[in-house]
């Protein structure tokens, strides 16, 4: 079993950033794929970005790239994901995500945090 717990969420300002940070334990984290999705009021959960087990390899939706940095710490146990220039579209509640592997994954993880939420306002 891995447990996740994210922090970080708040309300900010369009054009203002902030930092999710998500704490895993219960496996051995750099065994771990990490991503971050988020779900607004009435839709679908859909995908952020994700990272390898290295933070070598990173991918993201279109609609955050260049915005949004996702990294990891292997030695705290923490992926973050850094959002910068933060749209009122933003606005969601931002859920980490593991998985057992070592590449990327867009999908399918099996574990998730219980989301934090981030409210931008125009």
């Known amino acids: 079993q891995v447990q996740l717990v994210e922090s970080g969420g708040g309300l900010v300002q369009a054009g203002g950033s902030l930092r999710l940070s998500c704490a895993a334990s219960?496996?051995?984290?750099?065994?771990?794929?990490m991503g971050w999705f988020r779900q607004a009021p009435g839709k679908e959960r859909e995908f952020v970005a994700a990272?390898?087990?290295?933070?070598?390899?990173?991918y993201y939706a279109d609609s955050v790239k260049g915005r949004f940095t996702i990294s990891r710490d292997n030695a705290k146990n923490t992926v973050y994901l850094q959002m910068n220039s933060l749209k009122p579209e933003d606005t969601a509640v931002y859920y980490c995500?593991?998985?057992?592997?070592?590449?990327?994954?867009?999908?399918?993880?099996?574990?998730w945090g219980q989301g934090t939420q981030v409210t931008v306002s125009s």
């Open positions: 219960g496996r051995t984290f750099s065994s771990l794929a």
């Open positions: 990272i390898s087990w290295s933070g070598g390899s990173t």
């Open positions: 995500a593991a998985d057992p592997g070592t590449g990327l994954r867009l999908g399918g993880y099996d574990y």
